[in-house]
């Protein structure tokens, strides 16, 4: 190494690989879906429970704000992801190098919030295809990658929090 030169974090190299991979694999499946399925087109998976539909969502999860007025629509979702990328590079930077589940979920959220921002900058919708049900009793709204990506980085994130403060108790 040159005398001078910085070594990167651990933390940043995570960041960049594990968003790089989640927006690879949602952008891949998407595309997918939108160049060989037709709008509404369904596959069965497993019958009665899981499915790939190729559903367009102009709404955040599960159809939030769809109907809201295009031009607030629109102009949030341009605004939130820059938000939410900067919020979680910030909280990243304060994150130790040691505390690798938790830069893993920044991680996570990060990769999944990209991926779908790139849907709104294409499409102004989200690709969605994963859906679940369970006859015709439950239904699950349809979600992609991206969104599972969100999930799971939340849902750690959440543990980790409570679990730290049942510790602290």
């Not at 102004?124 to 979600?143: R, T």
Request: glycine share 8%; aromatic share 14%.
């Amino acid at each position: 190494m040159q005398k001078g030169a910085k070594r990167v974090k651990i933390k940043y190299l995570l960041l960049a690989s594990i968003g790089g991979v989640i927006i690879s694999l949602d952008q891949l499946t998407k595309t997918y879906i939108h160049t060989r399925f037709t709008l509404g087109e369904s596959y069965t998976i497993i019958p009665n429970f899981f499915d790939i539909t190729y559903i367009r969502n102009p709404g955040a999860a599960f159809g939030i704000l769809a109907t809201a007025p295009t031009a607030f629509r629109e102009t949030f979702f341009a605004i939130i992801p820059i938000l939410a990328v900067v919020l979680i590079i910030g909280l990243i930077r304060q994150t130790a190098e040691d505390q690798k589940l938790s830069i893993i979920s920044l991680s996570l959220v990060f990769g999944g919030a990209i991926g779908n921002y790139i849907d709104r900058l294409r499409f102004k919708y989200v690709i969605d295809f994963l859906y679940f049900h369970y006859k015709d009793v439950f239904y699950y709204p349809a979600f992609n990658v991206a969104d599972s990506a969100i999930v799971v980085g939340i849902v750690i994130l959440i543990t980790q929090m409570l679990l730290q403060k049942k510790a602290g108790n």
